[in-house]
């Protein structure tokens, strides 16, 4: 059986309409009055810690009651990161939003959980996504979320269909959670490799600062791009940050310039480039990346360094010595900026970084430690990450066939549809 689709505005309460919530929100206030960002809102339908929510005055509070949610509010992120869904526990019942939240109050006979798990169908998600605007900061507003097209059955059964996605939700993540610690063991795993690799022939050779095997460090340009991919290596294109992630080098995360403006050909990469990234969180600035693949027509921006190297050393080697934990700790320690949230770091800072002396046989050998010991694993994160990417697949599609009616949860009741 199949439901009938009406837009979300048609199932709220009428004397509570969509909304969103504090434009101003003044001075973190402790004893104050909490609102909810997207930021607060964890995956699972909750807030991801409830001491963390920032708080407004009563004064500010008080201009903003149209926007206060009440326990069993459904909130819908609206701004970064938009499409997460929480339902408003009872502790919270008072609070507010943020411009960057809405709050969905279901109209009578109409069942706040299963409002919840509706929006969170295909069909609510492919809808947002078509109507979302802006490049770089999408944004879902207020008139486009109340024209979401929903399924709406009878009251019994929206009872019946969040009972049963519930149960299901919870077994499908608890397996998630469960590959995401194996996945972590897996990391772990290689970065003591690494480090061990790196520690015993510093013991045996030493150490000496970077700048001592690299002959200069430059940084590229980052003129007004289009928002999209270049289409093939004969047009150019900048890399974004995200083309050196993780110890990996990504050419397809690129930005194309556009026609008007020249290339500047002295920052195009060239293979085996050794990238650091300038710019980013504490944790994530200081990657390190080789260039490979198709990197014609590529270039540096300004917030990645290109460490040109001596001859004789393997940038591979320099590369994996700097994703060690020894070097890593260095970076997050001497990176800087006004905001935790984006830091910085300078040429001489990555001049200075600890370096094990040796020849290229030395290093090429580290090299081939270091992946011998991850070939045993990388199989198994694959096939981990793979799983993953199934769960989620699954989660989604059971949510959308059970709302829309396509799947009878009554017939599945004790079946354990994910085993």
Known sequence: MTWPFVPLKRLVDPARPITYGIVQAGPDTPAGVPYIRPVDMSQDGGVTDTDSLLRTTPEIARTYRRSEVASGDVVVSIGPSFGKVMIVPAELSGANLTQGTARVASAAGVSNRFLYWALQSSTARQFWEASVGGATFRALNLEPLGRTPLPLPPPQFQHQIADFLHAEATRIDRIVELNKVLLNRLEERGRALRDAAVMRLVEREGELPLRRFAARIEQGASPQCE????????????????????GRFD???????????????????????LLVTRANTPKLVG????????CEGLLIPDLIYRVGLLEGVSPRFIAEVALSGRVRSLIESTARGSSQSMVKLRGEDIKEWPIPRGDRSQQEELVRVIDEGSR?????????????TLLTER?????????????????????????
Do not use: C
């Open 376 to 388: 045993a694993t990388r199989g198994l994160h694959a096939a981990v990450t793979r799983q993953l």
């Open 251 to 273: 050419p397809t995360e690129n930005k194309r310039l556009p026609d008007d403006i020249a290339p500047i050909r002295a920052y195009e990469v060239r293979r085996n480039d």
């Open 395 to 419: 989660r989604q599609a059971l949510i959308t066939a059970a709302v829309t009616g396509q799947f009878d949860v009554s017939t599945a009741s004790g079946r354990g549809v994910t085993e």
């Open 227 to 246: 928002a999209i991919a270049r289409e093939n290596s004969s047009e150019w294109a900048i890399l974004k940050l995200s083309a050196v992630k993780g």
């Open 287 to 294: 990657d390190v990346a080789v260039v490979s693949g198709d």
